[in-house]
């Protein structure tokens, strides 16, 4: 099956600064997601992202399937933003439907 | 907006006791998911669903077994609870097309088995 990782593992950031995380496959992929798991262990949607780029407030995302990786950029970061940041993705062959997921990016934000 | 609810946030049962946990979708989702998370491991698949009555096993279906007997509720059934099972369970659903099937995520189920 495919390799999902993660980069940074972790990540520490005053409020207002920006970030890049990064999610690169081993093998392409279908319906790539990412998501953020808020502190009570909730895995929130944020970008349905199989290709190109997509804008949510300070939040954006791209996706370049062909070289098989994805990016999600933070502006402006605040305090909420704490939490981990997971991308997945379903394997483009054999129609599984079934997402993998990365291990995450723990980010924290400090005030 | 999807809303995909579990039947409790919190449980704490003792090891031999039968556990269920619920699942209930409300988009009329074809799929329906199954994951266990710790530490260290991510999430992984434990069962999922595609139909009703239908059931494929993940990549951890030791020990569980699932029941989907309605489109919208998806059943995870613990037969014997053992302390290694002590996890957040997280439930999942998603449309069936493959050219679009995000997958929305229930607000986990923390379960400790002593």
């Known amino acids: 099956g495919i390799q999902v990782e993660q980069s940074p593992p972790d990540l520490i950031l005053q409020e207002g600064a920006n970030s890049t995380l990064r999610c690169n496959f081993s093998?392409?992929?279908?319906?790539l997601q990412w998501f953020h798991q808020n502190p009570w262990g909730q895995l929130i949607n944020l970008f349905y992202?199989?290709?190109g780029t997509k804008q949510n407030g300070r939040l954006s995302a791209t996706t370049v399937a062909t070289e098989r990786y994805s990016l999600l950029y933070i502006s402006s970061s605040q305090t909420t933003d704490s939490g981990v940041y997971f991308c997945?993705?379903?394997?483009?062959?054999?129609?599984?439907?079934?997402?993998?997921f990365g291990k995450g990016t723990k980010l924290t934000v400090n005030p | 907006d999807v809303k995909v609810t579990q039947s409790s946030r919190y449980l704490v049962k003792r090891t031999g006791e039968k556990v269920f946990l619920e699942c209930v979708q409300d988009?009329?989702?074809?799929?329906m998911f199954w994951y266990r998370q710790d530490p260290g491991l991510g999430l992984r698949l434990i069962y999922f669903?595609?139909?009703?009555?239908?059931?494929e096993k993940g990549d951890i279906p030791e020990g569980y077994s699932v029941s989907r007997e309605k489109k919208e509720r998806f059943s995870l059934i613990l037969e014997s609870a053992s302390t290694n099972q002590t996890s957040m369970y997280l439930c999942?659903?998603?449309?069936?097309?493959?050219?679009?099937?995000?997958?929305?995520f229930g607000p986990g189920t923390r379960l400790t088995v002593l």
């Open positions: 093998d392409s992929v279908n319906n």
């Open positions: 992202i199989p290709s």
């Open positions: 997945a993705g379903e394997e483009a062959q054999g129609g599984s439907e079934k997402l993998v």
């Open positions: 669903s595609y139909d009703v009555k239908m059931k």
């Open positions: 999942a659903s998603s449309p069936r097309p493959s050219s679009y099937n995000e997958q929305f």
């Open positions: 988009m009329d989702h074809e799929n």
